[in-house]
């Protein structure tokens, strides 16, 4: 079992910056990938940015450029941090991870930070 835990979000006005943390449970070293998404009211939970245990990066093509994903291993968390925000940004940002338990992938999410951008 994992535990997933996001802050960081807030309300900030476009142009703005914010950084999401998200703290695991346990170590991250050994996990496959660990990924933030969004969901905007009315809309499908999308991937925004994904980070794997190599440190390999993939964004969403919307926020290229402004949004940098990383991890502390030491600190068994990952950070997204946005710049530039717009109020398209405006959503709940999940985080999540996979990691293969006992032969089995496996897939644990947060529950969630609030993202408000206004214009």
């Known amino acids: 079992q994992v535990q997933l835990v996001e802050s960081g979000g807030g309300l900030v006005q476009a142009g703005g910056s914010l950084r999401l943390s998200c703290a695991a449970s346990?170590?991250?070293?050994?996990?496959?990938?660990m990924g933030w998404y969004r969901q905007a009211p009315g809309k499908q939970r999308e991937l925004v940015a994904t980070i794997t245990s190599g440190s390999r990066t993939d964004y969403v093509d919307s926020v290229k450029g402004r949004f940098t994903i990383s991890r502390d291993d030491a600190k068994n968390t990952v950070y997204l941090q946005m710049n530039s925000l717009k109020p398209d940004d405006t959503a709940v940002y999940y985080c999540?991870?996979?990691?293969?338990?006992?032969?089995?992938?496996?897939?644990?999410w947060g529950q969630g930070t609030q993202v408000t951008v206004s214009s």
């Open positions: 346990r170590s991250i070293f050994s996990f496959n990938a």
């Open positions: 999540n991870c996979r990691l293969v338990e006992l032969g089995f992938p496996s897939v644990y």
